[in-house]
C-alpha cells in the first residue's frame, strides 16, 4: 500500500477519533437520568421527604422580584436545587480565602467535601493538602475528587499520600472505562470549584487551590453559610455517586441544617475568634440563594439559557467579568439584542490572557463585540480570572463558567445566583473598582492592529467549539 493511501487512512482514523471526543452531543434525558440515577433514588425514598423540602421547595421563589422568578424556574428544571437563603462573604483576595479555608478546615469535626478543577503542588497548595491529611487522621471523613486530566503533570503519589491517610480519593475521568466510554468523556473536565465543611459550610466561585489565586490573580469567590449549603453539598455527593464514590453513612446525616433542634455553638477557634467572626458577610443577614450545577449530559445548557435570559431581560444595564471571551453565538446576539434596546452591556476581561489558544481567541471576540456595540474594558495589573455577572442593581452571579463554548458545553459548572439588591450593590461595587483599573477597547484601536497579525488571530477560531 503507497504512502498516500496510509495518510488518507491515519486522516480518516484521526477524524473519526476527534469526532467521537468533540463531535456528538451528547445532552439528553435518559444518558442525563442514568447518571443520575442512584442520587434520584436516594433522594426520592419516602424518609427523605424533609431533605427533598429543603433542596426543592418553590415557597422562596415567591420572595424573588417578579422580574426574575420565571429564572429561578427556570434553573430549578432538571432536578436541580432551588432558591435557598444563606449568609455570604464576597471574596475578591486569594489570600482571605487561603485564610478562612484553613480556618475552617481546622476547625472541621464530622466531614470534609472538596472538588476542584486545579489542585496545585506549591507552597499554598501543599499547605492545604497537610490539612486535608491531617483532618482525615484525626478522624474527620475527607473526600476528594481529582480532575485527573486536568491535573495530569501531577504524578500520582501526591494524591496517593492523601489515600493513605485516609483521604477518600476518586477520580473525575475514570480510566478504568472501556475505551468507547472513555474517548467520549475524556474531553470533559470538571471545572467546578466546591468545598463543604461539615455540611455547614461551603465555598466555591472562580479560585483553585493554587498559589496563582492565592497570592498572584485577582479573582472573585464566595464563603457561604445557611440552608444554601445543602445544594452545594448536594452537588458534590451526586457527582461523588456518579463516579463511583460510596457514603457508609446516611444520607440526612450530611444535611445538619434538617436537625436545627440539636444546633450547637461552634466551637472557639482560638481565644475570642469564633468561626462568625473570622467570616465578613458581604451584606447583613440572608441572602436569597440559588446554587446552580450545569454538566454536558443534561437535557438543556441551562447556564447558557440563564445568561442569555438575564441578558435578554435586562432592563438598564448588564456587566461581566471573565477571563475568556469565545461566546456562543445566542449569547452574543443576545448581547446584541439588548445593547439595540438601549442597555449598558460591559465585558471585563484582562489586559492580557494566561494562555496561547485563549489570547488570539480574545482579540477576535474584542473586534466583534465592540463592533456590535458592546463595551469591553481591558483589566491591567493582575491577571482577573473572575466569572461574574451584575444586572439592575438586583441580580448577581458567582461562578465557575467562562464566556466560552467550553464552559457553556462541554465542561462541568456551578454558578451561584443572588436575588438581592443589597448584595447586587455589593457587587456592583466590585466591578467598578476593577473598572478603575481597566481602559476601555474601542474600535479604532481594533482597526490600527496590523492586518496579518488580525488575519492569524482569526485562524483560531475553528478552535472555538472546544477550547
Same mark, same amino acid.
Given at each position: ?125 501543599? =499547605? *492545604? ?45 475514570? @480510566? ?33 487551590? /493554587? ?16 440552608? =444554601? ?32 433542634? /440539636? ?7 482560638? &481565644? ?65 439584542? =439588548? *445593547? ?47 466569572? @461574574?455577572?451584575? &444586572? ?7 461562578? @465557575? @463558567? ?43 484601536? =481594533?482597526?490600527?492592529? /496590523? ?17
Amino acid at each position: 500500500m503507497s504512502v498516500g493511501w496510509w495518510i488518507l487512512i491515519a486522516a480518516a482514523a484521526t477524524g473519526l477519533l476527534l469526532w467521537l471526543v468533540f463531535g456528538i452531543n451528547w445532552r439528553g434525558e435518559r444518558i442525563y437520568a442514568h447518571e443520575h440515577e442512584q442520587m434520584r433514588r436516594l433522594i426520592d425514598m419516602p424518609e427523605q421527604q424533609e431533605l427533598r423540602e429543603l433542596l426543592f421547595a418553590d415557597e422562596l421563589i415567591e420572595k424573588i422580584d417578579e422580574r426574575f422568578r420565571p429564572l429561578a424556574q427556570m434553573l430549578r428544571q432538571g432536578y436541580r436545587p432551588s432558591v435557598s437563603e444563606s449568609e455570604v462573604e464576597v471574596i475578591t483576595s486569594g489570600a482571605r480565602k487561603y485564610d478562612l479555608l484553613m480556618q475552617d478546615l481546622r476547625n472541621a469535626k464530622e466531614s470534609i467535601h472538596i472538588e476542584y478543577f486545579h489542585f496545585g503542588m506549591d507552597k499554598g497548595s501543599r =499547605a *492545604v493538602r497537610r490539612m486535608l491529611i491531617r483532618k482525615a487522621r484525626e478522624g474527620v471523613k475527607v473526600r476528594f475528587i481529582n480532575e485527573n486530566i486536568a491535573n495530569f503533570p501531577i504524578p500520582n503519589r501526591y494524591f496517593h499520600r492523601m489515600e493513605k491517610a485516609g483521604v477518600e480519593v476518586r477520580d473525575f475521568t475514570r @480510566t478504568g472505562l472501556s475505551v468507547l466510554r472513555f474517548l467520549l468523556s475524556v474531553s470533559y473536565r470538571d471545572h467546578r470549584k466546591i468545598v463543604v465543611i461539615d455540611g455547614k459550610i461551603g465555598y466555591t466561585g472562580g479560585m483553585n487551590i /493554587n498559589d496563582h489565586y492565592f497570592l498572584q490573580w485577582r479573582d472573585t469567590h464566595l464563603r457561604l453559610t445557611g440552608n =444554601a449549603v445543602a445544594s452545594l453539598q448536594y452537588t458534590f455527593l451526586d457527582r461523588w455517586f456518579t463516579i463511583s464514590g460510596k457514603l457508609q453513612e446516611s444520607l440526612s446525616s450530611f444535611f445538619p441544617m434538617l436537625n436545627t433542634s /440539636n444546633h450547637e455553638p461552634e466551637e472557639q477557634l482560638s &481565644a475570642g475568634s469564633s468561626v462568625q467572626d473570622i467570616a465578613q458577610p458581604s451584606v447583613e443577614g440572608a441572602v436569597l440563594t440559588q446554587i446552580t450545577p450545569d454538566e454536558p449530559t443534561s437535557p438543556s445548557p441551562v447556564l447558557l439559557k440563564a445568561y442569555e435570559w438575564i441578558i435578554d431581560h435586562a432592563e438598564t444595564y448588564v456587566w461581566l467579568q471573565s477571563p475568556y471571551l469565545a461566546p456562543p453565538d445566542s449569547l452574543l446576539q443576545a448581547m446584541r439584542r =439588548a *445593547v439595540d434596546r438601549g442597555v449598558d452591556v460591559t465585558v471585563m476581561l484582562p489586559e492580557r490572557c494566561d494562555t496561547a489558544v485563549m489570547r488570539p481567541l480574545n482579540r477576535v471576540y474584542q473586534e466583534v463585540c465592540v463592533e456590535a456595540g458592546i463595551k469591553i474594558l481591558l483589566r491591567s495589573g493582575e491577571f482577573i480570572h473572575s466569572k @461574574t455577572i451584575v &444586572a439592575d442593581d438586583y441580580l448577581s452571579c458567582i461562578g @465557575t @463558567t467562562n464566556l466560552d463554548n467550553r464552559s457553556f458545553g462541554i465542561d462541568f459548572e456551578i454558578d451561584t445566583f443572588f436575588y438581592d439588591r443589597r448584595l447586587a450593590l455589593h457587587n456592583k461595587s466590585i466591578f467598578l473598582r476593577d473598572a478603575q483599573q481597566s481602559a476601555e477597547f474601542t474600535t479604532q484601536q =481594533a482597526h490600527r492592529r /496590523n492586518r496579518l497579525s488580525r488575519f492569524l488571530d482569526r485562524l483560531t477560531l475553528p478552535l472555538t467549539p472546544i477550547v
